[in-house]
Protein backbone atom coordinates (compact mmCIF):
# COMPACT_ATOMS: atom_id res chain seq x y z
CA UNK A 1 0.00 0.00 0.00
CA UNK A 2 1.39 3.39 -0.91
CA UNK A 3 0.61 5.73 2.03
CA UNK A 4 0.75 9.58 1.25
CA UNK A 5 -0.02 12.82 2.60
CA UNK A 6 -2.92 13.00 0.77
CA UNK A 7 -3.95 9.07 2.10
CA UNK A 8 -3.06 10.37 5.85
CA UNK A 9 -5.34 14.10 5.41
CA UNK A 10 -8.15 12.00 3.59
CA UNK A 11 -8.52 8.56 5.26
CA UNK A 12 -8.01 6.97 1.92
CA UNK A 13 -6.07 3.94 1.14
CA UNK A 14 -4.58 4.98 -2.64
CA UNK A 15 -3.68 8.53 -3.64
CA UNK A 16 -5.58 7.50 -7.27
CA UNK A 17 -8.45 10.62 -7.38
CA UNK A 18 -10.80 10.23 -10.41
CA UNK A 19 -11.48 13.99 -11.68
CA UNK A 20 -15.09 15.60 -11.72
CA UNK A 21 -15.88 15.61 -15.35
CA UNK A 22 -19.03 17.29 -15.70
CA UNK A 23 -21.56 15.13 -17.68
CA UNK A 24 -19.19 12.08 -17.06
CA UNK A 25 -18.26 11.75 -13.17
CA UNK A 26 -21.76 10.90 -12.00
CA UNK A 27 -22.87 9.28 -8.50
CA UNK A 28 -21.72 5.89 -9.84
CA UNK A 29 -18.61 6.72 -10.83
CA UNK A 30 -17.52 8.27 -7.57
CA UNK A 31 -18.74 6.08 -5.41
CA UNK A 32 -16.63 2.76 -7.38
CA UNK A 33 -13.68 5.10 -6.93
CA UNK A 34 -14.28 5.22 -3.28
CA UNK A 35 -14.83 1.93 -2.57
CA UNK A 36 -12.00 0.66 -4.13
CA UNK A 37 -10.14 2.71 -1.65
CA UNK A 38 -9.58 6.20 -3.60
CA UNK A 39 -10.91 9.43 -3.89
CA UNK A 40 -14.47 9.82 -6.13
CA UNK A 41 -15.86 13.28 -6.94
CA UNK A 42 -18.86 13.87 -8.32
CA UNK A 43 -18.30 16.18 -11.36
CA UNK A 44 -21.32 19.34 -11.58
CA UNK A 45 -19.44 21.54 -13.31
CA UNK A 46 -22.39 24.06 -14.73
CA UNK A 47 -24.92 23.38 -12.08
CA UNK A 48 -27.49 21.87 -12.81
CA UNK A 49 -30.04 21.38 -9.89
CA UNK A 50 -31.58 17.88 -11.23
CA UNK A 51 -27.89 16.27 -11.79
CA UNK A 52 -26.78 17.22 -8.64
CA UNK A 53 -29.75 16.35 -7.12
CA UNK A 54 -29.33 12.64 -8.61
CA UNK A 55 -25.99 12.29 -8.46
CA UNK A 56 -24.81 13.87 -5.45
CA UNK A 57 -27.13 12.13 -3.45
CA UNK A 58 -26.23 8.74 -4.65
CA UNK A 59 -22.40 9.63 -3.86
CA UNK A 60 -23.36 10.88 -0.36
CA UNK A 61 -25.74 7.64 0.27
CA UNK A 62 -22.78 5.14 -0.67
CA UNK A 63 -20.83 7.26 1.41
CA UNK A 64 -16.81 6.70 2.93
CA UNK A 65 -15.03 9.41 1.80
CA UNK A 66 -16.38 11.31 -1.90
CA UNK A 67 -16.61 14.80 -3.02
CA UNK A 68 -17.87 17.14 -5.15
CA UNK A 69 -16.14 19.09 -8.01
CA UNK A 70 -17.59 22.70 -8.53
CA UNK A 71 -16.44 25.31 -11.71
CA UNK A 72 -16.57 28.59 -9.44
CA UNK A 73 -17.16 30.90 -12.21
CA UNK A 74 -20.23 28.66 -13.01
CA UNK A 75 -21.96 28.58 -9.66
CA UNK A 76 -21.59 32.50 -9.33
CA UNK A 77 -24.41 32.77 -12.17
CA UNK A 78 -26.59 30.15 -10.33
CA UNK A 79 -27.76 31.09 -7.07
CA UNK A 80 -28.70 28.78 -4.76
CA UNK A 81 -26.93 25.63 -6.10
CA UNK A 82 -23.40 26.23 -4.08
CA UNK A 83 -26.33 25.82 -1.04
CA UNK A 84 -27.77 22.78 -2.41
CA UNK A 85 -24.39 20.69 -2.96
CA UNK A 86 -23.11 21.88 0.75
CA UNK A 87 -26.63 20.66 1.67
CA UNK A 88 -25.56 17.43 1.10
CA UNK A 89 -22.39 17.68 3.24
CA UNK A 90 -19.38 16.41 0.77
CA UNK A 91 -16.11 15.03 2.96
CA UNK A 92 -14.25 16.74 -0.12
CA UNK A 93 -15.11 19.96 -1.89
CA UNK A 94 -13.03 20.39 -5.21
CA UNK A 95 -12.42 23.86 -6.83
CA UNK A 96 -11.71 24.92 -10.25
CA UNK A 97 -11.58 27.81 -12.78
CA UNK A 98 -12.05 31.01 -10.26
CA UNK A 99 -10.39 34.31 -9.97
CA UNK A 100 -8.59 35.09 -7.03
CA UNK A 101 -11.71 36.55 -5.49
CA UNK A 102 -13.84 33.77 -6.05
CA UNK A 103 -10.77 31.19 -4.82
CA UNK A 104 -11.15 32.93 -1.68
CA UNK A 105 -14.31 33.47 -1.40
CA UNK A 106 -15.33 29.51 -2.04
CA UNK A 107 -12.37 28.12 0.53
CA UNK A 108 -13.70 30.28 3.08
CA UNK A 109 -17.26 28.69 2.54
CA UNK A 110 -16.20 25.16 1.94
CA UNK A 111 -14.00 24.77 4.97
CA UNK A 112 -16.75 26.63 7.20
CA UNK A 113 -19.26 23.45 5.85
CA UNK A 114 -16.32 20.90 7.38
CA UNK A 115 -15.26 19.65 4.20
CA UNK A 116 -11.45 19.33 2.98
CA UNK A 117 -10.96 22.14 0.21
CA UNK A 118 -8.83 21.28 -2.31
CA UNK A 119 -8.24 23.82 -5.07
CA UNK A 120 -7.29 23.16 -9.10
CA UNK A 121 -4.32 25.52 -10.47
CA UNK A 122 -2.61 25.35 -13.31
CA UNK A 123 0.79 27.65 -12.85
CA UNK A 124 2.19 29.16 -9.50
CA UNK A 125 0.60 32.48 -9.24
CA UNK A 126 -2.82 30.48 -8.33
CA UNK A 127 -1.12 28.11 -6.16
CA UNK A 128 -0.19 31.21 -3.90
CA UNK A 129 -3.26 31.92 -4.44
CA UNK A 130 -4.87 28.59 -3.38
CA UNK A 131 -2.66 28.39 -0.52
CA UNK A 132 -3.21 31.82 0.77
CA UNK A 133 -6.96 30.93 0.92
CA UNK A 134 -6.64 27.99 3.04
CA UNK A 135 -6.62 25.01 0.33
CA UNK A 136 -6.28 21.62 2.08
CA UNK A 137 -4.94 20.17 -0.75
CA UNK A 138 -3.80 21.51 -4.56
CA UNK A 139 -4.50 19.85 -7.65
CA UNK A 140 -1.23 20.31 -10.00
CA UNK A 141 -3.10 20.38 -13.39
CA UNK A 142 -0.67 20.49 -16.66
CA UNK A 143 -1.75 21.08 -20.21
CA UNK A 144 -1.61 17.49 -21.12
CA UNK A 145 -5.26 17.27 -19.62
CA UNK A 146 -8.49 16.79 -20.91
CA UNK A 147 -10.89 19.63 -21.15
CA UNK A 148 -9.75 22.76 -19.87
CA UNK A 149 -6.20 23.98 -18.78
CA UNK A 150 -4.01 26.41 -19.48
CA UNK A 151 -0.24 26.16 -21.43
CA UNK A 152 2.26 24.56 -18.78
CA UNK A 153 3.02 21.21 -18.64
CA UNK A 154 3.31 18.73 -16.06
CA UNK A 155 6.31 17.66 -15.60
CA UNK A 156 8.28 21.25 -15.14
CA UNK A 157 4.71 22.51 -13.12
CA UNK A 158 4.55 20.14 -10.34
CA UNK A 159 7.39 20.51 -8.88
CA UNK A 160 7.50 24.39 -9.16
CA UNK A 161 4.68 24.32 -6.99
CA UNK A 162 6.16 22.22 -4.71
CA UNK A 163 8.89 24.81 -3.67
CA UNK A 164 6.22 27.35 -3.15
CA UNK A 165 3.90 24.80 -0.67
CA UNK A 166 6.87 23.58 0.98
CA UNK A 167 5.08 20.36 2.21
CA UNK A 168 2.55 22.57 4.01
CA UNK A 169 -0.31 20.81 2.04
CA UNK A 170 -0.92 17.44 -0.02
CA UNK A 171 -0.29 18.28 -4.13
CA UNK A 172 -1.78 15.81 -6.56
CA UNK A 173 -0.77 15.70 -10.09
CA UNK A 174 -3.19 16.15 -12.95
CA UNK A 175 -2.89 15.99 -16.46
CA UNK A 176 -0.81 13.10 -18.40
CA UNK A 177 -1.92 10.36 -15.88
CA UNK A 178 -3.56 7.44 -17.01
CA UNK A 179 -1.64 4.03 -15.28
CA UNK A 180 0.75 3.25 -12.19
CA UNK A 181 3.95 4.12 -14.61
CA UNK A 182 2.21 7.81 -14.24
CA UNK A 183 1.49 7.78 -10.48
CA UNK A 184 4.95 6.30 -9.59
CA UNK A 185 6.46 9.41 -11.77
CA UNK A 186 4.00 11.63 -9.71
CA UNK A 187 5.59 10.25 -6.65
CA UNK A 188 8.66 10.89 -7.67
CA UNK A 189 8.58 14.18 -8.25
CA UNK A 190 7.45 14.57 -5.38
CA UNK A 191 3.70 14.65 -5.40
CA UNK A 192 1.11 12.76 -2.99
CA UNK A 193 -1.13 11.65 -5.36
CA UNK A 194 -2.76 11.56 -9.23
CA UNK A 195 -5.92 12.95 -10.70
CA UNK A 196 -7.16 11.05 -13.51
CA UNK A 197 -9.72 11.76 -16.09
CA UNK A 198 -9.97 10.12 -19.20
CA UNK A 199 -8.86 6.69 -17.76
CA UNK A 200 -11.98 7.49 -15.38
CA UNK A 201 -14.44 8.53 -18.59
CA UNK A 202 -13.36 5.08 -19.94
CA UNK A 203 -14.97 3.05 -17.18
CA UNK A 204 -18.17 1.17 -16.48
CA UNK A 205 -19.65 3.52 -14.18
CA UNK A 206 -18.85 6.54 -16.67
CA UNK A 207 -21.83 8.08 -17.83
CA UNK A 208 -19.89 8.90 -20.94
CA UNK A 209 -22.25 8.09 -23.93
CA UNK A 210 -21.16 4.88 -26.14
CA UNK A 211 -20.13 6.59 -28.44
CA UNK A 212 -17.53 8.92 -26.70
CA UNK A 213 -16.22 5.35 -24.98
CA UNK A 214 -15.86 3.81 -28.50
CA UNK A 215 -13.70 6.89 -29.66
CA UNK A 216 -12.32 6.69 -26.09
CA UNK A 217 -10.64 3.31 -26.98
CA UNK A 218 -10.30 4.12 -30.93
CA UNK A 219 -8.29 7.33 -31.08
CA UNK A 220 -4.96 7.80 -30.59
CA UNK A 221 -3.23 10.64 -28.53
CA UNK A 222 -2.78 12.97 -31.80
CA UNK A 223 -6.15 12.85 -32.81
CA UNK A 224 -6.81 15.49 -29.64
CA UNK A 225 -6.82 19.09 -30.68
CA UNK A 226 -7.03 21.90 -28.53
CA UNK A 227 -10.29 23.92 -28.91
CA UNK A 228 -12.68 27.03 -28.05
CA UNK A 229 -15.51 25.85 -30.26
CA UNK A 230 -17.66 24.33 -27.48
CA UNK A 231 -17.65 26.67 -25.18
CA UNK A 232 -18.46 29.12 -27.90
CA UNK A 233 -21.16 27.24 -29.79
CA UNK A 234 -22.41 26.46 -25.65
CA UNK A 235 -22.30 30.33 -25.22
CA UNK A 236 -19.98 29.49 -21.65
CA UNK A 237 -18.09 32.53 -20.97
CA UNK A 238 -14.61 30.56 -20.22
CA UNK A 239 -11.81 33.16 -19.68
CA UNK A 240 -9.77 32.64 -23.10
CA UNK A 241 -6.61 31.84 -21.35
CA UNK A 242 -8.17 28.67 -21.47
CA UNK A 243 -8.61 25.85 -23.96
CA UNK A 244 -10.44 22.68 -23.90
CA UNK A 245 -8.25 19.39 -25.40
CA UNK A 246 -10.85 17.36 -26.89
CA UNK A 247 -10.93 14.62 -29.72
CA UNK A 248 -11.07 16.02 -32.88
CA UNK A 249 -14.06 15.69 -35.35
CA UNK A 250 -15.83 17.56 -38.05
CA UNK A 251 -17.28 19.97 -35.46
CA UNK A 252 -13.44 20.97 -34.24
CA UNK A 253 -12.32 21.03 -38.09
CA UNK A 254 -14.99 23.25 -39.02
CA UNK A 255 -14.78 26.02 -36.32
CA UNK A 256 -11.58 25.70 -34.06
CA UNK A 257 -10.05 29.13 -34.79
CA UNK A 258 -13.10 30.40 -36.09
CA UNK A 259 -14.69 31.63 -32.35
CA UNK A 260 -16.01 35.29 -33.49
CA UNK A 261 -17.64 33.77 -36.48
CA UNK A 262 -19.12 30.47 -34.44
CA UNK A 263 -20.25 33.09 -32.01
CA UNK A 264 -21.72 35.54 -34.86
CA UNK A 265 -23.94 32.33 -36.19
CA UNK A 266 -24.06 30.63 -32.50
CA UNK A 267 -28.36 31.12 -32.61
CA UNK A 268 -28.00 29.00 -36.19
CA UNK A 269 -25.31 26.72 -35.37
CA UNK A 270 -26.03 25.38 -31.65
CA UNK A 271 -30.00 23.97 -32.32
CA UNK A 272 -27.99 21.63 -35.05
CA UNK A 273 -25.25 20.85 -32.28
CA UNK A 274 -27.66 20.02 -29.45
CA UNK A 275 -29.61 17.70 -31.84
CA UNK A 276 -26.30 16.18 -32.47
CA UNK A 277 -25.31 15.35 -29.41
CA UNK A 278 -28.26 14.14 -27.90
CA UNK A 279 -28.34 11.48 -30.66
CA UNK A 280 -24.82 10.64 -29.88
CA UNK A 281 -23.07 11.93 -33.12
CA UNK A 282 -19.38 11.86 -32.28
CA UNK A 283 -18.56 13.73 -35.47
CA UNK A 284 -20.52 16.89 -33.68
CA UNK A 285 -20.11 16.33 -30.11
CA UNK A 286 -17.49 17.54 -27.42
CA UNK A 287 -15.24 14.68 -25.98
CA UNK A 288 -13.10 15.98 -24.14
CA UNK A 289 -9.63 13.75 -23.92
CA UNK A 290 -6.28 14.30 -22.44
CA UNK A 291 -3.23 13.33 -24.32
CA UNK A 292 -3.01 9.49 -22.58
CA UNK A 293 -5.32 8.30 -24.87
CA UNK A 294 -2.77 5.72 -26.65
CA UNK A 295 -2.69 4.14 -22.67
CA UNK A 296 -6.51 3.87 -22.78
CA UNK A 297 -7.17 0.81 -24.54
CA UNK A 298 -10.35 -0.62 -23.15
CA UNK A 299 -13.63 0.18 -20.92
CA UNK A 300 -13.11 -1.56 -17.17
CA UNK A 301 -14.56 -1.08 -13.93
CA UNK A 302 -13.66 1.78 -12.06
CA UNK A 303 -12.23 -0.55 -9.16
CA UNK A 304 -10.00 -2.44 -11.44
CA UNK A 305 -8.65 1.03 -12.82
CA UNK A 306 -7.78 2.24 -9.30
CA UNK A 307 -6.26 -1.39 -8.32
CA UNK A 308 -4.61 -1.40 -11.45
CA UNK A 309 -2.90 1.73 -11.15
CA UNK A 310 -1.72 1.19 -7.69
CA UNK A 311 -0.13 -2.12 -8.40
CA UNK A 312 1.98 -1.30 -10.98
CA UNK A 313 3.02 1.86 -9.47
CA UNK A 314 3.67 -0.35 -6.72
CA UNK A 315 5.81 -2.65 -8.91
CA UNK A 316 7.78 0.22 -10.49
CA UNK A 317 8.60 1.61 -7.07
CA UNK A 318 10.31 -1.67 -6.09
CA UNK A 319 12.26 -1.88 -9.60
CA UNK A 320 13.30 1.81 -8.76
CA UNK A 321 14.61 0.99 -5.19
CA UNK A 322 16.91 -1.77 -6.41
CA UNK A 323 18.81 0.93 -8.86
CA UNK A 324 19.89 2.54 -5.62
CA UNK A 325 20.72 -1.01 -3.39
CA UNK A 326 23.97 -1.22 -2.47
Known amino acids: MISTKLTELLGIDHPVVSAPMGSVSGGRLAAAVTQAGGLGLVGVSYGDPTFIDEHVAHAAERGGVWGVGCVMFTFDERPGLWDKVLGYAPPVIALSFGDAAQVRRYVESAARSGAQVVVQVHDTEQAATALQAGASVLVVQGSEAGGHHKTQSTLPLVPAVLDITQGTV ?33 T ?8 FKTTLVSASTTDTVNTRAFDVVRGIPWDTVYQARSVGNDFTRTWTGRDAELAARRADVEPEWVAAVARDDTSQRAMFAGEVLDLVQDIQPAAAVVRGTVAEAEAVLARLATLTAS
Open 170 to 202: PVVAAGGFADGRGLAAALALGADGVMMGTRFAA
Open 204 to 211: EESLATTG
